[in-house]
Every structure is written in C-alpha cells, then in structure tokens.
C-alpha cells in the first residue's frame, strides 16, 4: 500500500511537472517531448488504480500515433520562438479563464463541490459488485451495450471529421504523372521491347 | 504490529525483489546473447545467398564475430556532432534499446514462464512497439543532419502506417482467442499445429510478417537508412556504442516481432504434433525453434528482395494491407458469431 502510494506521488508529480514544461519550454519540440511524458505518466497513473486497458489504449492512441504525427509536424515547422513569445500576455487570460472552466467542472464532476458526489461512488459500489471480470470485458460490456449508439455516434463523428480534412486539403491537378501500379503491372513483353536484328556496321 | 512481523514483510519484499531481479536477467541475458549470434546468423545466411563464405575469421567457424565487433563498438570514440542536440543524441540510443528490451516483459516462453503474466498483454506489447518509433525520430531531429532527419521522417510514417494493420491482425486473433492474455492465447492454439491460427489466419499471417519487416525497418521496407540516397539514414551521425544501442535494439526488435508472430500463428511454446515424442521436448525449445524459423525468413527476405520504393510501401500499407485487414476482421467476426464459435470467457 506504502508503495503504492509512493508511485501514486511520483508518477502524479512527473505528470504535472512534464505538464508546465510544456508549456514553459522554449522549443517546441521540447514541448511536446514533454507531452508525451506527460500521456505516458498519465498512463501509468491509469495502472495504478488498476484502470490497464485505458492506459493500454492511451499508451497506443496518443504516444503511439497522435504524438508522433504532433513531432512530426512541429519538427518540420520553422518556429520562431520571439514570435511565439509576443502573444503570451494577450491570450493569457483567455487561456486562464478556461483553465479555471475545466478546473470548476473537474471539481463538480468528481463531487467535491456540490451534490455530484452520488455518481462516482456509485460507479464504484457498482463496479465492485458485478465484476469478478477483468476492466476490458467490464468496458466491452457497457460500452456496446448500454452506451451503444453514444459509442456508434462518437465513431461517425471522427469518420465525418476525417473526411472533411481529406475533402479540405484534396486537390486535383491536371498534369500530375502518376504511377498506375495495375498498368504497370499488365505490360507485356511485346509492349515493352522489341527485339531487333542489328546489321554489322548499320545500327539501328 | 510485532517486530517480526515487520521483519518477515522486509525480508519478503527483499525476497520478491531479488526474485524480480534474477527473472529479469534470466530473460534479457539470453536475449542479448540471441541478438549478439543473430547479427552472425544473419550475415552467414546473406553470404550463402551470395555464395560467399560470410565471417570465418574470429574464432572456429566465425563464431566469435559478435564478440569482435561488439568490443569494436565499445572501444571507439563516441562522436557527438558539434551542432546536433547533446541531450536527445544520447537518450534517442537509449529509447530505441529499451523499448526493444522492455517488451520481453509479457512474452510467455512456457507454461507459466512469463515475468508479468498480465491481463493486456498484446496490448502492452503493441504498445511499446509503437513506442520504438521515438528513438529513431528523435535521433534524427536530434543529429542536426538532412540525411538523418529524412530517415528519421521516413521512417516514422513508415511505422506509423504499418502498426494500423498490425492494430487489425492482433484484433483478428483476439477475436479468435476471447482474451487480451498471450498465455491464454497459446493455450488457445492447443492440440497439434491443425490448430495453429496460421492455417484459419493465412493472410493475417502474411500481413503480419510483412508489417512487421516494414516496423524492423528490414529490407524490402528499409528505406529509413537506404544507404544509396541517405548515407545510413537515421543514424548518420552515430558512431560507437550509441550506434550499437540502435543495431542491437534493431535486432532485438525483430527476435520481438518474430516472438510476437510465434506466440500468435505458430502455437508458441506448443509442440506441433502432441504426441510421446515430441511433448518431451520443453516448450521453451520449440518456442525458441520458431522464432528462428520466423528470423531465418527475416534474413532469407533481405538476402532475396530489392527495395521498395517510397510510394510502393505507402500504397502497400494505406490502399492493401489496410482494407485487407479490416475486411478480414469483419469476417473473421462474422464467421465466429454465426458459426457459434465465438469463444467463452
């Protein structure tokens, strides 16, 4: 239990600190190096309170993929850094005022203020009586059934959103050479060479 | 709480420490001994492709090749390019070994033979090989060099675009199997090799190895360090061990993937006939035995096939395997909720 709580503080405090530098750091590419050792301490905080598939999928989605492509594009960007630095105290306060949105409605979610205290320990004693199941199956189970067409519609959404990036950057040119694998593919030996008889001293 | 008591929690935690420790050395040390003699393997195969003799120099037989070039490795001068990024130059090594070790972390290697016999484990494993993909990008950001950056670049979209199908045929055997568990799912491969998934599988199978020569970097896919555009693609700039840091997580990446492929088509540490004979033999062997048939592929792959070029692969990946994939998981989950075979927890 000691070391739990032990590993609880440790990964909790890489987490926030690798949260600030992200924001702190000079180089973007810092940032979101940091970012990710902030998913990945978030992830193991999943762990901890025995949550593995999420910090599984987290580890997959967001370190795996989303993350990478983030790197990819910051390191291929030539960011100035002055540039960046210049907005700071314009959107500081918007930024702060949504910081202090997220942070009331965590506080309300988890019940600390006000009366939303019922639904996350219910969760639990709910949790804890029908499930000698490990937490993938408990996930399936609710996730396609009772939350069905919730789940189905978050799955539309992401397709129309991925669509809609596709649709915004696709353009057709005219004069683009392309390689077409299936005419490559279906040339002959005929088509491709002949074969010719080269007199002495004529060339072709 | 009596003092003995306290004693025998400490003396038991001590215990399980040490007990953790030796498990873990009993796994890597092995392993990295099968990394040092792969690298041999490897280069013997090629050469009696090529009709050569391959290295017979150091040692009886070449055997001690490794060992050579390893203390080659270690002995040179570490070169960090004065331009490059001090810090990340050196993790990046570091990342792209440890990913490559942790793993071994879930591989069960018998009946029981597993250091975290946990309830995710191909996630766990899909997990970490997805994070192997750092190493190599951040060495080629980290190198300040165009060569190693485009490797690095390549390489990322590279992986990135092989693990979606990858993603799609571990679903396809979980489908199968009914657990995230890799001993559950050996043990759902029991009863000689007809049971194996390779034969119902197929083309999972062939998907699988080929993303995974595409995820190993392996030729035909070895277009990150295709040394005739990009001189050793990402990692130009290395020299000494943290280029030994990035071939050995190289190697250990592809016994990885080679394990991954036995534990999920090949049965495992099953025998393939279970008959007198052959269930004598321990698992262990045969898990061993099937890896390196899966490496000898590896090598007889590379020994054979041009490279492919940058817009093949892309196509292979997004417009074939991807679709391919899909559509077989949509069956295979077909087949097993009219057939009545979907397995029980």
Known sequence: ?204 | MSADLVQFFTVNWLGQAILMVAQCLAVTVPLLVAVAYMTYVDRKIWAAIQLRRGPNVVGPFGLLQPFADGLKLVLKETIVPSSANGVLFIIAPMIAFMTALVAWAVVPFDNGWVIADINVGILYLFAISSLGVYGIIIAGWASNSKYAFLGALRSAAQMVSYEVSIGFVLITVLLCVGSLNLSDVVLAQSGGFWHWFFLPLLPMFVIFFVSALAETNRTPFDLPMSEAELVAGFHTEYSAMTFGLFFLGEYANMILLSALGAILFLGGWMSPIPYAPFTYVPGVVWFALKIAFLLFVFSWTKGTLPRYRYDQLMRLGWKVFLPVSLGWVVLTAAVLQFGGWVPKP
């Open chain 1, 1 to 204: 239990m000691l070391l739990q709580a032990l590993a609880f503080y440790v990964f909790a405090a890489i987490t926030v600190a690798a949260g600030a530098m992200v924001v702190v750091s000079r180089n973007p590419v810092y940032s979101v190096l940091f970012l990710i050792l902030a998913f990945f301490n978030a992830a193991a905080l999943f762990v901890l309170i025995g949550a593995e598939f999420i910090a599984m999928i987290l580890v997959i989605v967001y370190v795996g993929a989303v993350a990478v492509l983030f790197l990819f594009v910051v390191m291929m960007l030539d960011i100035n850094l002055t540039e960046l630095r210049e907005g700071f105290l314009k959107y500081f306060p918007v930024g702060a005022l949504i910081g202090v949105v997220l942070f009331a409605e965590m506080l309300l979610g988890l019940g600390i203020v006000g009366a939303g205290s019922a639904t996350i320990t219910g969760l639990n004693a709910h949790g804890a009586q029908v499930l000698p199941i490990d937490n993938t199956r408990a996930i399936g189970r609710v996730l396609y059934t009772q939350y069905f067409y919730l789940f189905q519609v978050a799955g539309i959404v992401l397709l129309v959103a991925m669509i809609g990036a596709i649709v915004l950057t696709l353009r057709t040119r005219p004069g683009v050479r392309r390689q077409k694998v299936g005419d490559q593919i279906n040339r002959t030996k005929e088509q491709a060479m002949t074969v010719v008889k080269v007199p002495t001293r004529g060339g072709v």
